[in-house]
């Protein structure tokens, strides 16, 4: 008895000191401010500015908690708190530059600990040598040289959905439905999924985990991240079950090393013979299910938005899209080829990619102290990027918000400005992926349709990714 009392006020000590050490830094952070530290707010203790983030998300406008900081505190670099964590956030070309350029010299790819915690062996939660042996082995099914075989496969599925979800419909949501087409691709594509039953299933449970993967991670009944938590379980139990059997499959070549993702994962070593173990394998697949999938769907959404109000250009594009349809033979299905003769469209993708980027930034950590813009930023500070401190900036892109091709043509934008997918060791995996994964899906869709908004002023907000509120409900005519 006397044991166990003792124990509990052992415990109990440690954890007042423990509460007394961070509620002393904390107070002493936001009310001695460091002057070589970079000028910014740390908002309330725990929680910080994340309400005035997450708010500005929800209001459609994530730009707003920047621009309003970049130009109270510093135009290159400021403090804040998010998510619990002490953040740097990194602004404009040179920031990005930066950043990108000191991947595994000054600072690591960080995500807040719901990430960590849901995507435990993946990518998003090794560095160095280990993060370079991972994506190694990812790049080898998603550069454009394996891609080009898969092609045909995704206009095949393409077709298929728009004639089963589309055509002889008046209406349709269109957010709801193209994330039932993104997440349909990935399936057939990463592990060979056809049954519409398994795919609807799996479905419901990403859904649940888009909801919580970027959330305080509060493990407790009826948060976003407890719920989150069991779609990831159940996720990761049948991607088990689907690699067991593939395994057997290809150990009595019943299935074909270059099936899809899965079997190139399973047969795949890196340059010491090593292969990735199940939990990877897993882990990863799940990375790149969230990776490509409701980050598609949100550009597909918004593009179709943009079309429907800017019918001059939805006709230019639907000229492109019918020059290359006329080039094939009936019944043809897509190839690489024409995937590069789909500029304009592209164009039109990259300024919805500019002005409503899917992915509001990324995190790092700072590995060392180091130095930016006259500032200290200490060892174990997290440190942000956002493609969104450069986008709407007038001396980058003037006339920000007015459609303009010629902007992605030549050159481009300025270097570090356009940063949709990031840059450096750790741009998005999936860049290359997207692309042909949009193009197929708009060729086909503009070939059919015409479109009107039913809700003209309808809000986009985002959460995690942009949205619109009502899932963009649009009436649908015969193109011809």
């Known amino acids: ?51 005035n983030y997450l708010g500005t998300c929800l ?52 995500w807040p600990r719901s990430v960590k915690k849901l995507l435990k ?10 993060a370079k042996r991972i994506r190694r082995i990812l790049l080898t099914f998603l550069d454009p040289d394996a891609l080009k075989r898969y092609i045909e496969r995704m206009d095949l599925v393409t077709q298929h959905h728009i004639s089963t979800l589309w055509e002889g419909k008046e209406e349709v949501k269109v957010h709801p439905t193209v994330n039932l087409y993104t997440f349909e691709l990935s399936c057939r594509l990463f592990i060979s999924i056809d049954d519409p039953l398994h795919i609807s299933k799996l479905a419901h449970h990403f859904d649940v985990f888009l909801k919580g993967v970027i959330h305080f991670p509060i493990n407790i009944p009826g948060t976003r991240f ?29 299935a074909s090393p270059t099936q899809d993702l899965l079997s190139h994962l399973l047969v795949t070593s890196d340059a010491s013979g090593k292969f ?32 429907a109000e800017l019918p001059e250009v939805y006709q230019t594009v639907l000229r492109e899209q019918i020059d290359i349809a006329k080039s094939k033979e009936p019944g043809e299905l897509l190839k690489w080829e024409d995937i590069q003769k789909m500029r304009y469209s592209w164009n039109v993708v990259s300024k919805i990619l500019r002005l409503m980027p899917p992915v509001r930034g990324a995190f790092r950590e700072a590995i060392v102290d180091f130095t930016y813009a006259g500032y200290t930023i200490p ?42 997918f990031g840059g450096g060791p750790r741009i998005c995996l999936g860049n290359e992926y997207a692309r042909p994964q949009i193009l197929v899906f708009l060729h086909n869709i503009v070939k059919r349709f015409k479109w009107d908004l039913l809700i003209p002023d309808e ?11 009502q899932g963009l409900p649009i009436r649908l005519r015969p193109t011809a």
């Open 59 to 110: 209001a459609g406008r994530p730009d707003w908690f920047l621009r309003d900081r970049m130009e109270k505190h510093d135009p290159q670099v400021f403090k804040t708190s998010l998510f619990g964590e002490t953040v740097a956030v990194f602004c404009g070309p040179a920031g990005n530059k930066f950043l990108f350029s000191n991947e595994n010299k000054l600072v690591n790819l960080w």
């Open 459 to 469: 809000k986009v907000p985002y959460d995690p990714m942009p949205a619109p509120s």
């Open 226 to 254: 407890y719920r989150a938590s069991k779609a990831a379980d159940a996720i990761k139990e049948e991607l088990r079950l689907i690699s067991r059997r593939r395994r057997a499959a290809l150990d009595k070549k019943m």
């Open 121 to 130: 062996s993946s990518l998003v939660n090794v560095a160095g040598d280990e």
């Open 379 to 420: 060892r174990g500070w997290k440190v942000y990027w956002s493609p969104m401190t450069t986008s709407k900036d007038p001396t980058l892109f003037p006339n920000a918000e007015q459609f303009d091709a010629s902007r992605y043509d030549g050159a481009g934008p300025a270097p570090y400005s356009y940063v949709p």
């Open 276 to 307: 990735l173990s199940e939990t990877e394998i897993v882990d990863n697949i799940l990375l790149l299910l969230f990776a490509s999938h409701d980050t598609t769907t949100s550009v597909i959404t918004c593009v179709m938005k943009y079309l």
């Open 1 to 51: 008895m006397q044991i166990a009392m003792f124990s509990t006020l052992i415990l109990l000590g440690i954890f007042l000191l423990v509460s007394l050490y961070i509620i002393t830094k904390t107070l002493k952070e936001r009310l001695i401010p460091n002057p070589h530290l970079p000028p910014g707010s740390l908002g309330w203790p725990l929680i910080g500015e994340t309400l």
